[in-house]
């Protein structure tokens, strides 16, 4: 499942302040009687890069999920950016607009074009003018390398291309914080490592970011501490080195065994 | 790497050009020996279906074309035909000349007015015309705001100022909204401009438009009657309010139907599930003799509105429900997409849900369309003189009992077209939408 990761990267950037970007504690979520995420606890300062791995149905993109509020907790609390989720919708689109989200199957518009599936939301949520947003959007489209296709719908593009505009349609809102729930899941092998090199790029500049993947390549070189989830609970967390090295748990050690072992 | 000795190995050395298809397998040839000749027994249906229709042809063709197109009766119609061809066996098409007015304006309409309706029409189609193509200059689309209050000022005549009334309550509910809109939340600005437009229309308006029409009656147009519309304008009147109503109706009532909200669901699901299940004729009874004994006495609710609101609402109730159905064919990630940019629920629905839904939903849509456009002439059942209720008084006249084909024929034509029209835009419009390209 890992990729290799050929080039040196570049840590200048990368590095982890003690301001808190997002508090979870005690938090509890259930899907009828199922109880999906128990007691979660986490604090991420700003710049730390996450990776959250774990097998299927351990609640890892329930977990980040609920960061955005496109799943409710029903226990404990959440504070994102120094502002408490609560039911309160101004609160909720105030976070959304500052976290910026990637999904594993894309979820681009299909009814536009990849320039206006970026400059969509900074016009009507930021209110910026159209020619601004699009000098954005044309900014962020070449740094994902994709600027020739921005009169295109993404239904013509590949799937590694529709994830970079994904990731180019999050950035144009100046996102603080990034959330990537399997971004490479759909993708065929050729298509991962461009996906994964514009993640890399992102985490250089500093950017704070939470990752579901199962990209352990990536975490390796990229992460600054990787939590390890089961049964909805968080059962290891450490630094990548110590983590793949010298995991504690038997449970990670099941994990690691099976998703490197072949 | 491996020696090519080996069986199982192989390395393609150069990459082969693109060839063009054998001959035979490209166009009408293929075509024909696939879908006419592709064995014996469709060889034989082919032989068969062309015969059945050389037949129906032969019998059809020098009927309709051999017809009489002047005559002022019937008789007089089946003399000329007996002197050209020595039998009746031809059409009379004179009917639809000289009844002409009647089929197109309905019975009563009076005739010093025809020009209104001319102009109306004249002015419908360019009003419909930008919203149909969004190549031609959006100001175009002024047309069709104005429209509305022009054609009822046109076809029901008084002096300008009721539609200017109605208008003006549009523009107050407007100017309310963003007046209340700087300082209050969504919700409230609605209710704000509803109660705003309602107090103007009910209250306030009437009262000025009745001193304006006495002060100044200015533009004065001869009043027409509901009951003396008919014919082919009251079918387009009708069939077109009805089509540009049910479809915003549609919308909110399939959106409600989606509501978290449990009472504006209920009222959703409630509203549709009843009117589904009425005949659109119950509907119409009850609003020409039923509806008035609802109203405060002295209230005066055109007939012509009480049925383009009752035709609204049956095929609102089904627009809703295709639309549902576009609704439910999106993925969940549409939503999540929207959701996770920050736009809230209205923007989300305008800009990302309903483009697509829409979309998905086009050919129902239509369908919708095109059911509520024949249905106009159920209106023939609680007496207004619609082309069908005018076929059947030219049947009843002397001077062409008797008549049949002719009349229901070109009837039928008129709706044909229009439907067919309206069926080649749709698949026009699905294609040009299509950016999946797949």
Known sequence: ?262 | MSSQNTPLAYVRKEMLEQQPAPRGQVGVAKWMRENLFSGWFNTALTLVSIYVIYSLLKAVLPWAFGGVWTADSLQECRTILNDLHGNTHYACWAVINERWNQIVYGTFFPSSEYWRTHIAFVLLILAILPVLFDALPRKMLWITAVYPFLMVWLIWGGTIWGPVSVALGFVLAYMASQFAGRSLGSGLTGLIAVAVALIWWFFIGPSVTSGLNKVLPLLHLQEIQSRELGGFVICVIIGVSGIALSLPIGIVLALGRQSDLLIVKTICVGFIEFIRGVPLITLLFTASLLLNYFLPPGTEFDLTLRVIVMVTLFSSAYMAEVIRGGLAALPKGQYEAADALGLDYWKAQRLIIMPQALKISIPGIVNTFIGLFKDTTLVFFIGIFDMLAAAQAIRANSAWNGITWELYIFIGLIFWICCFAMSRYSQWLERKLRTDHR
Not at chain 1, 67 to 75: C, S, T
Not at chain 1, 140 to 151: N, R, S, T
């Open chain 1, 1 to 262: 499942m890992s990729q290799a990761i050929e080039r040196e990267i570049d840590r200048s950037h990368m590095t982890v302040s003690d301001e808190v970007a997002i508090q979870i504690s005690n938090m509890n979520k259930w899907y009828g009687e199922f109880h999906v995420l128990r007691d979660i606890n986490l604090t991420v300062n700003r710049g730390e890069r996450i990776v959250i791995a774990g097998p299927s149905g351990s609640g890892k993109s329930t977990m980040i999920r609920c960061i955005n509020r496109l799943e409710e907790h029903q226990q404990g609390k959440i504070i994102v950016d120094g502002t408490e989720l609560t039911s309160d919708l101004k609160n909720i689109d105030k976070i959304r607009s500052e976290v910026g989200m990637c999904f594993q199957h894309f979820n681009l518009f299909p009814h536009l074009t990849i320039l206006e599936n970026c400059t969509l939301a900074p016009m009507w949520v930021r209110k910026i003018p159209k020619r601004e947003a699009e000098e954005t959007a044309m900014h962020f489209l070449e740094k994902v390398k994709i600027p020739d296709q921005a009169h295109k719908y993404p239904g013509m593009l590949s799937g590694g291309q529709q994830q970079r505009v994904a990731i180019a349609r999050s950035l144009c809102m100046k996102p603080r914080i990034m959330l990537f729930d399997e971004p490479t899941s759909a993708l065929d092998p050729e298509m991962i490592k461009e996906v994964l090199d514009t993640m890399i790029e992102l985490a250089e500049e500093g950017m704070t970011m939470l990752c579901v993947t199962h990209e352990m390549g990536f975490a390796r070189q990229v992460a600054n501490r990787v939590i390890f989830m089961d049964q909805g609970q968080i059962v290891e967390q450490n630094e990548p080195e110590e983590f793949f090295n010298n995991p504690k748990s038997e449970r990670t050690k099941l994990f690691l065994s099976q998703i490197l072992g072949h």
